[in-house]
């Protein structure tokens, strides 16, 4: 087990000025699919994501010297500009949770300007991008405040093993490409406390991926991620899925690696029904798929059948489907989109993002280092 507490990481606080660091960390879409966790944020099982592009979390954290040293951290959390009570608590319980790792948050307030480049009620998770690009902001503050590290791999490491601390999926969003967190036996850098990239062996059909959401519906969803996981434990398929997961995992680096777009389609949406089959097989049941989920899919087999176009979904913990395509036909399927499919979206509305590069430090505004 990786041990990050450090109780020598405190500061001389007339020695700190006030200052700013910013990131914009990117969500990331699981092709094998994270369910179940046991322990303190552990995958019952590997999981591999593709990293998104458009979809992002622009973060910058502020931070000064606390007035009056207590034992909590002082945080307040803008979104979009506004004081938001909800993230505020969120990311106080986060923050406070990493005490024995940066003991020095308890000396400094902070104050965080987060925003969403996917509209807020999209009914797109922010988790993954949105605790990643804080994970970020904490690790160079570190640096900022103490030792730089070795090299970029130890820096992300540790911001994915932060990251996963605040919301398991999360710690993938730190690399560009693709990524796997959880320990297989085949990579031998794997780990269950942080994820490791594969963007090195992506083959280059997998480099400039496309990924469609389409918003099936913007509501906030009934049964939450964290309570899913927790069902998990019940789930009389549990044991069988994990093992599933694992070789699936292994398989999908192989397709990802050959470029075999019809093997990686076939596991993509044997993954989505499978996440949603295990809702279902909970104890007690829910269903996150609406009808129109199902409309959509039914459409997109058929297209498939039709045209023979590499077109397939998945889906992640709710409605919302995407369809993933390499770039060879991104015309024909987005007329496809537009024409067949915008019909059964909240508003005919439908997010275009394709694989990213990684998360990206920004340069801080000159308002944010004064304020
Ligand atoms: O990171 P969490 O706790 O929000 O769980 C995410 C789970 C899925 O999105 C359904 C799958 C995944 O691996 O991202």
Request: proline letters at 5%.
């Amino acid at each position: 087990m990786l041990n990050y507490n450090n109780p020598s990481l405190t500061l001389i606080s007339s020695e700190v000025r006030p200052g700013a660091v910013r990131w914009r960390s990117p969500s990331n879409i699981a092709l094998v699919k994270y369910w179940g966790k046991h322990g303190v944020q552990l995958p019952r099982n590997p999981s591999v994501s593709f990293t998104l592009d458009g979809a992002a979390t622009d973060t910058t954290l502020s931070y000064s010297v606390r007035e009056a040293p207590g034992e909590g951290v002082e945080v307040a959390l803008y979104l979009d500009g506004e004081l938001n009570k909800g993230f505020t608590d969120r990311t106080q319980i986060f923050m406070e949770k990493l005490l024995p790792i940066y003991p020095f948050l308890k000396q400094l307030s902070f104050k965080i300007k987060t925003s969403n480049s996917f509209p807020h009620s999209a009914g797109i998770a922010s988790s993954a991008s949105g605790m990643s690009a804080l994970a970020l902001c904490l690790v160079s503050l570190e640096e900022e405040l103490f030792e730089p590290f070795k090299d970029r791999a130890e820096f992300n490491a540790k911001a994915s093993y932060l990251a996963r601390l605040g919301s398991g999926s999360a710690c993938r969003s730190i690399y560009g490409g693709a990524a796997v967190w959880g320990t297989l036996a085949s990579l031998k850098s794997s780990s269950d406390e942080f994820a490791v990239p594969v963007t090195e062996s992506l083959h280059r059909v997998f480099q400039d991926y496309h990924d469609d959401i389409l918003l099936i519906s913007k509501s906030e969803k009934s049964v939450s991620s964290r309570a899913g996981h927790g069902l998990m434990e019940g789930n009389p398929y549990a044991s069988a899925r994990y093992a599933q997961a694992t070789r699936r995992t292994d398989e999908m680096l192989t397709v990802l690696r050959e470029g075999n777009i019809e093997r990686f389609g076939e596991i993509l949406e044997s993954e989505a029904l499978t996440l949603h089959a295990l809702m279902m097989s909970s104890h007690p049941p829910y269903v996150l798929i609406r009808p129109n989920t199902l409309a959509v899919i039914e459409r997109i087999h058929q297209y498939r059948a039709d045209t023979g176009m590499p077109l397939y979904f998945t889906l992640d913990a709710g409605p919302n489907l995407h369809l993933l395509y390499p770039n060879s036909v991104a015309a024909e399927v987005k007329q496809f989109i537009r024409e067949q499919l915008l019909y059964f979206c909240e508003d005919k509305m439908y997010l275009a993002d394709r694989v990213g590069k990684g998360p990206e430090r920004l340069e801080v505004s000159e308002q944010d280092l004064a304020s």
